[in-house]
């Protein structure tokens, strides 16, 4: 299932690119070498750093790091 329709983005690459440090759902959408188009996924894509944040403290303080 594609989280960005736009652009093509499925949930494990949402995944995989917060895993390499995207911060926010620009940097999701550039880590995999695309930019928002109608930005109907930014939601979800935040959403999902959230709850990685959540679900991984060690990856929360990486973020706050990065930020
Ligand atoms: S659904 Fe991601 S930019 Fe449109």
Redesign the pocket.
Known sequence: M??????G?RQREVDSAIAAGAVNPRQV?AHHG?E???????PE?AACIIGARRANPRTEEALVAAE
Do not use: D, F, K, R
């Open positions: 594609y989280v960005c329709n736009c652009n983005v959408l695309h928002p188009c109608c930005g109907q996924c930014m894509i």
